[in-house]
């Protein structure tokens, strides 16, 4: 095998803060503010000129609901026809409960051909679960070939867009990693490079020629599997899909299990509804369909010897046991609620704390993962509710809807999914606060007496009314005011007004 050099051991991860927290800091970067109002802002724009065009897309959103709301009523039924399938065809089926056992049959796998290296396609599911620290705690370096995730890769950093993971930097912060960075993971970027995009661009096909052309073993998700064929598919747009996909001897694919889709027939819909709404594009440049082996591969064939394909839980089956939750399953990754989310443009990706930002983001991470940490518990509160989110998902995702079921959640305290278990958590101090004020509430709405008392010593006491609330009510008047209190209250402006009018109604009849 030819010698490579070895890649930079990553940083552990950090413990997330709340989203509040970060977004507070993310917002004081004007660069990275304005690196993303500029990329959503032209994102979106395209992506609504390109559903514009099909006098059907309504159409196609309601199909695309139903197809993926029927498989996952038969999710069951579908797996064990697509893994029939697949076997059928020549490759090989795992199932994997959680993120621990995805890791360790990938390991697994790639020692058992020898090699020390791995090409990746771009895929949520393997940064999901770590699959590249995983691999590289067992001796094996893994290249990302999607530009935006090698510049995420190269600049020891995370991703913070589903479709433009790198969406956070600019050409001239590109620049300075591809210049500072690429010798230490391959070839070096060209003497001089400036920040053309072209030029950057070429750097990059030229760093990864060389990791396409000596890989043996490649891992890639998928945006769909067919249960009736057992065909897996890749949408994308550069092409390094494609020469992952064919090129090594050996192909793994970790995907989860809410990819399935029955039929061909199915997947029509999404070939057209996918492409527009994430890119803008009438239909992605590339797009890869694979079954098993296939009839041109193995020995003497074009394509890989070797299909693997890792069916991924890691929370999934307990999302699905979720009403309300369950629809955040329907998402197909096209990022075009991240676009048009007020809070995702000024807060960024990195402040979700995880591989899903932006509005599904906030709805996915917490089902997945379980409320129990205080990212997890933050993320249902990090919108306002526009539902902007909704209106553009090409599969109707209600994400207020669910966004609102998760807080009640979290407010309640469970129950929770962690590890796979469904626990009951301790409310946070903040939530336990708001129960205890809605309590309050209640009581007063239940005796008029009291209510109209209470206001009535509100009105007296306005002058001494403070600018922020104390406790836990502190974080509400952190970024509002506390409305001003008015002379009198409601009720006793409406008796006067209706007793100054019964006067004049007498005084009229007289």
């Given amino acids: 095998m030819p010698a490579f050099p070895p890649a930079p051991a990553p940083a552990p991860a950090p413990a997330f803060p709340s989203f509040p927290d970060a977004a507070r800091e993310a917002v004081r970067d004007d660069t990275l503010r304005a690196n993303l109002r500029r990329a959503t802002h032209t994102i979106r724009d395209r992506r609504a000129r390109a559903v514009a065009e099909l006098a059907d897309w ?20 579908y797996l064990l026809q697509l893994e029939a399938a697949v076997t059928a065809a020549g490759g090989t089926v795992h199932w994997a409960a959680d993120a621990a056992e995805a890791n360790r049959i990938v390991t697994d796998l790639v ?21 590249n620290d995983a691999l590289e705690a067992a001796g094996i370096a893994a290249y990302e070939t999607d530009l935006a995730e090698l510049i995420v890769q190269l600049g020891h950093d995370r991703p913070s867009h589903i479709l433009v993971p790198a969406i956070h930097r600019n050409r001239g912060e590109i620049r300075d990693v591809f210049a500072a960075e690429m010798g230490r993971w391959g ?41 009736e064929t057992g065909t ?43 492409p527009r709404s994430s890119t803008a594009e009438r239909m992605n440049p590339y797009t890869t369909m694979w079954t098993g082996l296939g009839p041109s591969r193995g020995a003497g064939g074009d394509g890989p010897r070797a299909f693997h394909l890792v069916l991924l839980d890691n929370g999934r089956t307990d999302t699905l046991a979720d009403e309300v939750g369950r629809q955040a399953l329907r998402c197909i990754r096209c990022s075009a609620c991240l676009n048009v989310c007020p809070v995702y443009e000024r807060a960024g990706g990195h402040a979700y704390g995880s591989v899903y930002p932006g509005p599904i983001g906030a709805i996915l991470s917490p089902q997945l993962r379980g409320t129990g940490s205080a990212i997890d518990a933050s993320l249902p509160y990090a919108s306002t509710l526009c539902g902007a989110c909704y209106e553009v998902c090409p599969v109707a995702i209600d994400i207020p809807e669910v966004l609102v079921h998760l807080r009640e959640r979290v407010a309640q305290g469970g129950p929770v999914t962690r590890e796979g278990i469904r626990v009951r958590i301790r409310p946070a101090r903040g939530h336990a606060a708001e129960r205890a004020a809605m309590r309050a509430a209640r009581l007063l709405l239940d005796h008029p007496h009291a209510l109209r008392a209470g206001e009535r010593l509100l009105a007296r006491a306005r002058r001494l009314r403070p600018h922020r609330l104390p406790g836990p009510g502190r974080a509400w008047t952190d970024s509002r005011e506390l409305p001003r209190l008015p002379a009198q209250p409601f009720r006793d402006w409406w008796e006067r007004e209706r007793e100054r009018d019964r006067r004049a109604d007498r005084g009229g009849r007289a």
């Fill in 232 to 274: 897996m598919v890749v949408f994308e747009s550069e092409g390094n899909g494609r020469m992952c996909l064919t090129l090594p001897e050996t192909l793994i694919s970790v995907v989860g299990i809410e990819k399935v889709v029955p039929s061909f027939r199915d997947l029509e819909v999404f070939l057209q509804t996918l």
């Fill in 187 to 227: 070839r070096p970027a060209p003497d001089g490079l400036d920040d053309d995009p072209r030029a950057l661009a070429e750097a990059a096909r030229l760093h990864l020629r060389e990791k396409f052309l000596r890989a043996k073993v490649a891992v890639s998700g998928a945006n769909f599997m067919v249960a």
């Fill in 111 to 131: 020692r058992a051909t020898g090699e020390r290296e791995v090409v990746k396609v771009k895929s949520m599911a393997t940064q999901e679960i770590g699959l």
């Fill in 58 to 77: 309504e159409r196609l959103r309601a199909a695309g609901k139903a197809i993926k709301d029927h498989t996952l009523r038969h999710l069951d039924r």
